[in-house]
């Protein structure tokens, strides 16, 4: 007799009792997040006003801006507003509950404790708990055992703690799932899912692209207009408008991406960089509270330098493409192919003039996954790196300094974490893992990776 839902049965029951320990762990991150940023953070600093991130609250300007339909305005300089506008388009909600309770917001003037946090922080820390999805069903597809997937779990948390509670960006999270849920489909075969999700990835963070050119290496080469037509077309509906109606500001935004160095973290890439703006001393005015009541006063103020990204992010771009056909070329196993993925990914720290904490957590997230699947030495070892890359990138220190001990431990947990043996030779000659013979093959690699049905006597 043939038990032909025998191995189906078994998926959903592993996928059910993942469900549950991540469901766990999404209300862990909001009830912990939400504790730190109103109590905890404020008693461990001895501050009265809540800790609260502060880029949030220009997402929630943006949502707004969406929520009344002003999106041709949604780029101009006084918002701040300078990546894809995906996480303000699903926090639109957000922002219109808000102002339908005429809840507080600390935009753009500061308050210690904005009442709107309260439904902001649960719903932005949730959308970026949306990545622990995929990486849960990328280490069930690598068999990771059942009891080292919890440890991973609880590690994940950790890691992308900091993003979200601490930072405010969740599209960064949500853009690295979507772009995981991809690179699933594109390497089953499925390229119109693929583009689709990709384009939802793009839409949050253009950090995506780096996986665009792995994707493409499961696509047929007849179909990659279609592909990119269709990842494109989301950003392309969204961005219409701002492009029309404040081109020059929305490009500017977009592209040049101005960030500080003095007050985030320059690297050596940084003489790269393109000056948008140099540092000055000047005068900024506020109301303040004196003996004579509330008084308008002038005070001297610096004014920190801004710069672009510079040629150096082509570089990464190179970078992925290059890995790209690597992918392409070789068609390694599913662990390779996730492990390209955080390198990859990587190269945005590698090549980044000015960076800021959060940016390395995409990588580490996959590096953990990738470890998961190796020996308990070097899934330890990899732990390590992403916690001492983790610890380290929140030191402000000279560029040489800072750059060359962030990127190492950012670097080490990737290789650490590298497949060994046959699984770094063609699927083809990978148990359990098929080729999908070329580009242009009309069998799909799900249909080569699905484990034979067990078959029991009769």
């Given at each position: 007799?043939i038990?032909r839902?025998?191995i ?6 592993e ?14 991150l ?28 220009v997402?929630q ?8 339909g002003?999106?041709?305005i ?9 990546t894809f ?7 639109a ?15 753009p ?7 709107a946090?309260?439904?902001l ?20 597809r ?12 609880a590690?994940?948390?950790a ?10 960006h ?7 799932g979507?772009?995981?849920y991809?690179?699933m489909?594109?390497?089953?075969g499925?390229?119109?899912k693929?583009?689709?999700l990709?384009?939802?990835a793009?839409?949050?963070?253009p950090?995506?692209v780096?996986?665009?050119?792995l ?6 080469w ?8 269709v ?29 500080s ?19 000055y ?15 308008f006063?002038?005070h ?25 056909l ?8 599913e662990?390779v ?13 590698v ?12 990588t ?10 190796a020996?308990?030495?070097r899934?330890a ?7 001492a ?22 670097l ?9 043996g ?7 000659g990978?148990?359990?893992h098929g080729d999908?013979?070329?580009i242009?093959?009309s069998r799909s ?14």
């Open positions: 007799m038990r839902g025998k189906r049965t078994d998926d959903d029951a996928r059910a009792h993942d469900l549950v320990f991540q469901v766990a762990a999404v209300a862990f909001v009830a912990s997040g939400m504790a730190f940023g109103i109590w905890v953070g404020p008693a461990m600093f001895g501050t009265h006003a809540w800790m609260i991130p502060g880029d949030i609250w997402t300007r943006a949502a707004h801006i969406i929520a009344w002003g999106e041709g949604l780029y101009q300089h006084s918002y701040g507003y300078i506008p995906g996480a303000a388009v699903v926090l909600p957000v922002a219109m509950l808000s102002s339908a309770l005429h809840l507080s917001e600390s935009f003037f500061s308050l210690p404790h904005p009442t946090w309260f439904i922080g649960p719903s932005e820390i949730a959308l970026g708990s949306f990545v622990l999805f995929p990486l849960a069903a990328i280490a069930r690598l068999d990771v055992p059942r009891a080292r997937r919890l440890v991973l779990l590690l994940e948390v890691v992308i703690w900091p993003a979200t509670v601490l930072w405010g969740p599209e960064d999270l949500v853009a690295l979507f772009g995981l991809a690179l489909r594109a390497r089953a499925q390229w119109k693929s583009a689709v990709m384009g939802l793009i839409l949050f963070q950090l995506a780096l996986l665009i050119p994707a493409g290496a499961y696509i047929p007849r179909k990659w207009l279609s592909a990119a037509s990842a494109i077309a989301p950003s392309i509906l969204l961005l219409a408008t701002p492009l029309i109606h404040t081109f020059r500001t929305t490009l500017h935004n977009l592209v040049d991406q101005p960030t160095p003095t007050v985030m973290h320059p690297t050596p890439w940084l003489a790269l960089a393109p000056v948008i703006r140099p540092g001393t000047g005068l900024l005015g506020r109301w303040r509270k004196t003996g004579l009541g509330i008084t006063v002038n001297s103020t610096h004014f920190s330098a801004s710069v672009a990204g510079g040629p150096s992010r082509l570089f990464a771009i190179f970078g992925a493409v290059a890995i790209g690597f992918v392409a070329r070789r068609r390694p196993s662990p192919l996730y492990w390209c993925a955080a390198l990859s990914l990587s190269l945005r720290c090549f980044e003039s000015v960076t800021v904490e959060y940016y390395a957590i995409p580490l997230a996959i590096a953990l996954v990738i470890g998961a699947n020996s308990r030495v899934f070892l990899v732990a390590i790196s992403a916690s890359c983790t610890v380290l990138s929140y030191f402000h220190l000279a560029p040489w300094a800072y750059y060359l001990p962030v990127t190492a431990t950012l080490g947990a990737v290789l650490l974490g590298l497949p060994r046959a699984e770094l030779m063609s699927a083809a990978t148990a359990g999908p013979g070329g242009g093959s690699v799900g249909e080569l990776d699905r484990k034979p049905v067990a078959v029991a006597p009769a």
